[in-house]
């Protein structure tokens, strides 16, 4: 029997949580798999065909032109005087950047790379990039092909543009979906104002053409959240993981143990982290300490770590931390010295201040990107302006396009209201834990 070797795409938020549950890039029998979320699995390669593999820091991967960006990026920021909103952006963008991507490796044949994978682990921030191969099982994979590490190549312009083609994004659906959305929208708007500036009377094409385009575009908005509500809404099926509550927290936050997956579940937050068990070289130990619980592997790299105040709180709550982990095979032992423990990095199970999403980019949340609702609604409204105007005379079809801009100004208001209420919501659980905790 063959040893299977396995990458996952460990970290999933909003929108691109099924990538978390679902893809990963195994090695099997000297072959190797993507097996996607979207698509059956497919071979990129056998040890005889794979020639090369080198990893890639933060800041190369970074720089590869096709590495999706957020609108709410640095170039926004510049613009913006310096306030304290500003200084908030930047805070909540650095605690975005620490559970960022490590780095990436990068599998290459004779024609060139294979595939660009980056490695979405938990290692703690700065840690150095033989941590981030280890502990996301890179460098498992990479021997269990035949192949040796290697320093890369210079990332000029041809190779940058070789490693960008074949970069991992399994987002890339969502994304299509953003720019389809999008260049509806803004069509939409361009062909009313234009059709209003050169005075086109009502009914007439470009006001027909326009509301279709706004339909079209704020039904995409609409998917979009609908499917970060199934996501985020719905709790994650155990499939055979011993379930730990996390007490006192948020409700449906988690820590499922299992023998192939160990997974981190924090709803506030809209997000799941996905750690190899201990079948597939991942979670071996837990260490108990008084400041912090470290999860580390066989050769003890430390692949995630909490505070103890936070996980459990008192010897009950370990007592049945214990009890889930024997059951997935996971040693629980006592943590190392204080000083030792201290210098982990840790990942918070309940809401900072009561905030919900602060790591969530606005297309992760399922609105698209932050000005698409905006441009969605701007267009449905400007599409009632000719119809209900003075002196309109609206016939049956008219008054089916007006019912249509109509239901699309209360979709798009649904959207901004629902996911008002999702973080209001957990910012009540947050304030409920608070009282309870000065008690």
Do not use: N
Not at 55 to 77: G, M, N, V, Y
Request: hydrophobic share 45%.
């Amino acid at each position: 029997m063959t040893e299977t070797h396995q990458v996952s795409w460990a970290t999933g938020r909003g929108l691109s949580i099924p990538a978390a549950r679902h893809v990963r890039l195994v090695a099997d029998g000297g072959e190797l798999w993507l097996h996607d979320s979207d698509a059956e699995p497919r071979l990129l390669g056998t040890a005889a065909s794979l020639t090369r593999a080198h990893p890639r820091t933060h800041s190369e991967l970074r720089s590869l032109r096709r590495w999706p960006a957020d609108p709410a990026d640095e170039s926004l920021l510049r613009q913006v005087p310096a306030s304290g909103v500003v200084r908030r952006i930047e805070a909540e963008r650095d605690r975005q950047e620490a559970l960022a991507p490590s780095g990436a490796l990068v599998l290459s044949g004779p024609d060139g790379p294979v595939i660009t994978v980056p490695l979405l682990d938990v290692v703690p921030p700065g840690a150095p990039a033989s941590d981030a191969l280890r502990a996301s099982g890179a460098a498992a994979l990479v021997r269990a092909l035949g192949l040796t590490l290697q320093e890369g190549p210079p990332l000029d312009r041809t190779q940058r543009a070789a490693e960008s083609r074949v970069l991992l994004r399994p987002q890339r659906r969502q994304l299509r979906l953003a720019r389809l959305v999008w260049t509806m929208a803004v069509v939409s708007v361009v062909i009313v104002l234009v059709a209003l500036q050169a005075g086109v009377d009502w009914p007439a094409w470009p006001h027909a053409v326009a509301c279709l385009l706004a339909v079209a575009a704020t039904a995409g908005l609409v998917r979009s959240r609908l499917a970060f509500r199934r996501l985020t809404r719905t709790p994650l099926e155990a499939a055979g993981r011993s379930v730990y509550d996390v007490p006192g927290g948020v409700a449906g936050t988690q820590v499922q143990f299992g023998r192939d997956d160990v997974v981190i579940v924090r709803p506030y937050e809209a997000q799941e982290i996905w750690l190899r068990g201990p079948a597939t070289g991942g979670v071996a130990l837990v260490e108990l300490g008084a400041a912090q619980v470290h999860l580390r592997d066989a050769e003890g790299a430390l692949l995630a770590g909490f505070d103890t105040a936070e996980l459990v709180p008192a010897t009950a709550d370990a007592d049945r931390l214990r009890a889930c982990c024997e059951t997935a095979g996971i040693e629980v032992t006592a943590g190392r010295l204080d000083a030792e423990v201290g210098t982990g990095a840790t990942t918070p199970l309940r809401p900072i201040d009561g905030r919900a999403g602060w790591e969530l980019t606005e297309r992760e949340s399922g609105a698209l990107g932050l000005s698409v609702p905006i441009v969605c609604g701007l267009a449905a409204v400007l599409g009632l302006v000719a119809p209900l105007g003075p002196g309109a005379k609206v016939d049956a079809f008219g008054w089916l396009l007006v019912a249509a801009g109509v239901a699309c100004v209360l979709a798009v208001l649904w959207g901004a209201v629902s996911q008002r209420r999702w973080r209001r919501s957990v910012g009540r659980d947050h304030g409920q834990y608070e009282q309870e905790r000065a008690r």
